[in-house]
């Protein structure tokens, strides 16, 4: 019963470093999402995709590059890891776009803490 | 200021007590509303949806009030468990869908 699944949970990267983040959902969802949570700020979309192919910019995508290669797998990139990315990663997938109250909800991964020094 | 705004507590409340959050959005054209659920370094979960009407879920009350723009989440008999931070979430289809959450309220129930 994995659902949404994230790699790696724990990262720490040095300033200008690369990474990717990687997610998969086994539940056949067409919408994939990564979001940051920073203290005080609440959940803030990075970028998203529609489906297999697709991806898109959300509110806050300066720094980082998605890719969506097949339907299952939504990848996030820091190409140059910067301090102010030191944050918690969550990837979301949804069988539709947003939330919706004929059911349709947004299911997360557990979660990954970057630390850029 | 930001759409969607929470009191971030943290509430402190004995158990068995009864505990009310409150969230206001700024944006009219928000259609739909949610309470999720986080626990400490846990990721959000789905608590209850939000309907017109306002609805329960067991000791969980949500009400929508759209001429005044907020949403509350009543909590009644608070047990240890309810421990966590509550985050208002609001969805809006205008030019695509865009779902906003809230920073969330963190709440601690003592023994």
């Known amino acids: 019963n994995a659902g949404v699944t994230q790699t790696p949970k724990f990262r720490v990267l040095k300033t200008g470093q690369s990474m990717t983040l990687l997610c998969a959902q086994d539940?056949?969802?067409?919408?994939m999402y990564w979001y940051r949570q920073d203290p005080g700020m609440g959940l803030r979309l990075i970028h998203y995709?529609?489906?297999?192919?697709?991806?898109a910019k959300g509110e806050v995508p300066d720094g980082y590059n998605v890719s969506r290669l097949k339907k299952q797998n939504f990848l996030l990139g820091l190409e140059s890891a910067a301090p102010s990315q030191t944050s918690v990663y969550f990837c979301?997938?949804?069988?539709?776009?947003?939330?919706?109250?004929?059911?349709?909800?947004?299911?997360f991964g557990e979660g990954s803490w970057l630390t850029v020094v | 200021r930001k759409e969607v705004e929470q009191d971030p507590g943290p509430f402190n409340v004995p158990e068995g007590a009864t505990v009310a959050f409150n969230c206001t959005y700024s944006?009219?054209?928000?259609?739909?509303f949610f309470w999720y659920r986080q626990d400490c370094r846990k990721e959000p979960k789905l608590l209850m949806s939000?309907?017109?009407s306002g609805n329960e879920d067991g000791r969980f009350t949500a009400q929508l009030n759209r001429a005044s723009q907020y949403i509350s989440l009543l909590i009644r008999d608070s047990k240890l468990s309810d421990s966590a931070t509550y985050l208002c979430?609001?969805?809006?289809?205008?030019?695509?869908?865009?779902?906003?959450f809230g920073a969330g309220t963190r709440l601690f129930v003592k023994a």
């Open positions: 979301a997938s949804s069988v539709t776009g947003g939330l919706m109250l004929t059911g349709n909800t947004i299911y």
């Open positions: 539940m056949n969802h067409e919408y």
């Open positions: 995709s529609v489906g297999e192919g697709t991806t």
């Open positions: 944006n009219s054209a928000s259609q739909s």
């Open positions: 939000v309907y017109s």
């Open positions: 979430v609001v969805n809006r289809n205008t030019g695509g869908f865009k779902t906003i």
